[in-house]
């Protein structure tokens, strides 16, 4: 599975600080610790922590280049942003993320195609977070159509159908599997599937029991991607073990420890 750490944050406390104090060995430290946990990509977010988003990200960029290579998530909602940050991210590179507005997917699509960059591409628009399945797939296919025109391949798309706090929308869960369902069968080759899932927990108790149910939930209707808390032992464990059930592993009685050790 394509794991994407999520602690590298600006709504983090401890990030937060970091950026204010310029302290990059928490964040090399971060990032570190993440790669070795079995992340695939980091998340990296300003989040509240500064008013200038362009020198933040690449601040936090420069730190994690100097432990890794792994690949970096561009997390920021605003284009004029986005657009100054990615052609200065040195290595491998993600845009998160776009929205399915055509007129949006015109910028973003090229400007990921242009800088050999993947894009991350929510099915939400100007009018917000949809509550059905079908909009959400009509939205999947919008990208798909303007993937297809701007020479995006697939391999560099991950289409992200949103989850929302179950706590506040109890049916959001159930829709974006049927949504993911019906995505899948849109585009062959396939783009990535991608949800943020610790959104779905937010003020929740049992957090990480919430996280790690829907996990497998959703990787059984086709969920291959997760910006996801990669510390969460348990969480990463159902990760592995669905590898292994979804036939992307073969078994073996030690598939846990041959997975980690990676
Ligand atoms: N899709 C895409 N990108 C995303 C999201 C998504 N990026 C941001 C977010 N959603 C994924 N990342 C997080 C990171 C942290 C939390 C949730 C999602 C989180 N934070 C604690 C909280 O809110 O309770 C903060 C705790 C603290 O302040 O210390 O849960 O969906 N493409």
């Not at 406390?13 to 964040?27: C, E, H, P, R, Y």
């Not at 099915?123 to 999947?140: L, Y």
């Not at 025109?149 to 159908?161: A, N, Q, R, S, T």
């Not at 291959?224 to 510390?231: E, G, K, T, V």
Request: charged share 25%.
């Amino acid at each position: 599975m394509y794991v994407i750490g999520e602690l590298i944050n600006g709504m983090f406390s401890n990030v937060k600080k970091a950026i204010q104090d310029k302290d990059g060995q928490v964040i090399q430290d971060l990032a570190k610790a993440q790669a070795d946990a079995g992340a695939t990509a980091l998340d990296v977010n300003v989040g509240p922590a500064t008013r200038d988003a362009v020198w933040g990200l690449l601040w936090l960029v420069e730190n994690i280049r100097k432990v890794s290579d792994i690949p970096v998530a561009i997390d920021n909602a605003k284009w004029d942003i986005m657009k100054e940050v990615i052609p200065q991210v040195p290595g491998d590179k993600i845009i998160n993320s776009s929205k399915a507005d055509e007129d949006l997917l015109d910028k973003y699509v090229p400007l990921a195609a242009e800088n050999n960059a993947a894009l991350i591409a929510l099915t939400i628009d100007q009018s917000g977070v949809p509550n059905d399945v079908d909009r959400r797939v009509e939205m999947a296919a919008t990208i798909l159509t303007k993937c297809a025109e701007h020479g995006l391949d697939m391999d560099k798309l991950f289409i992200d159908p949103i989850i929302l706090p179950v706590n506040v929308a109890g049916q959001q869960a159930m829709n974006v599997l049927r949504s993911l369902e019906q995505m899948k069968m849109l585009s062959d080759p396939a783009p990535h599937f991608l949800l943020g899932l610790s959104n779905l927990s937010q003020n929740c108790a049992n957090r990480s029991l919430i996280n790690r149910t829907y996990l497998a939930m959703a990787r059984g209707a086709g969920l291959d991607a997760a910006i996801l808390d990669p510390l969460d032992t348990e969480l990463m464990d159902v990760a592995i073990t669905t590898d292994l059930l979804c036939g992307k592993a073969i078994y073996c009685d030690s598939f846990l420890e041959a997975a980690r050790s990676k």
